[in-house]
T-cell receptor
Framework: DAKTTQPNSMESNEEEPVHLPCNHS???????IHWYRQLPSQGPEYVIH???SNVNNRMASLAIAEDRKSSTLILHRATLRDAAVYYC???????????FGTGTQLKVEL | DAGVTQSPTHLIKTRGQQVTLRCSPK?????VSWYQQALGQGPQFIFQ???????QRGNFPDRFSGHQFPNYSSELNVNALLLGDSALYLC????????????FGQGTRLTVV
């Protein structure tokens, strides 16, 4: 399984943008980049995914580098409810297994 | 839509015992995956069931087994429990041919004493 590298933790102030980086230098051409987050005492929750182009949805934006070796999850205005562990995962579609790393613990302060 | 439901929410077992955890997938989903999450770690893939058969398996011993029923619900069985089996067990459902995301339940917290 191709690996991803994320910082262990990041901090942000409420209502400020947050940029969560992920490196995936061994990504293959068929790997999608998925982001999940896990709030305290809950199961992981899908956030966003992309293949080559930048993506936006109601939760976040995903910026993918041109060489696809890195990506950035962007939360446009962090809230206290966004405090969670964020996982960057390479996923070769079709319901295959998700390989989680240790993720980035995002702390949001007032 | 109830989403993915797991039972029980918490469980305490003794070393050497056997345990069965249950999962009902999200409506319309036919694929169920199980994950083990130790404290402070990301979830680790155990296995995946589709059409009542185990389709993929992670690096877990044979003490971990499962089953999928015709209504797509699933069970995870762990035999001969070890202290190291203490973890949060997560169930995720998806539709493989259309899968862009997996939906997770809130998990079962298993404590082995």
């Amino acid at each position: 399984d191709a690996k991803t590298t994320q910082p262990n933790s990041m901090e942000s102030n409420e209502e400020e943008p947050v940029h969560l980086p992920c490196n995936h230098s061994t990504i293959s051409g068929t790997d999608y980049i998925h982001w999940y987050r896990q709030l305290p005492s809950q199961g992981p929750e899908y956030v966003i995914h992309g293949l080559t182009s930048n993506v936006n949805n109601r939760m976040a934006s995903l910026a993918i580098a041109e060489d696809r070796k890195s990506s950035t999850l962007i939360l446009h205005r962090a809230t206290l409810r966004d405090a969670a562990v964020y996982y960057c995962i390479l996923f070769t579609g079709g319901g295959n297994k998700l390989t989680f790393g240790t993720g980035t613990q995002l702390k949001v302060e007032l | 839509d109830a989403g993915v439901t797991q039972s029980p929410t918490h469980l305490i077992k003794t070393r050497g015992q056997q345990v069965t955890l249950r999962c009902s997938p999200k409506s319309g989903h036919d694929t169920v995956s199980w994950y083990q999450q130790a404290l402070g770690q990301g979830p680790q893939f155990i296995f995946q069931y589709y059409e009542e058969e185990e389709r993929q398996r992670g690096n877990f011993p044979d003490r971990f087994s499962g089953h999928q029923f015709p209504n797509y619900s699933s069970e995870l069985n762990v035999n001969a429990l070890l202290l190291g089996d203490s973890a949060l067990y997560l169930c995720a459902s998806s539709r493989p041919l259309h899968s862009t995301e997996a939906f997770f339940g809130q998990g079962t917290r298993l404590t082995v004493v």
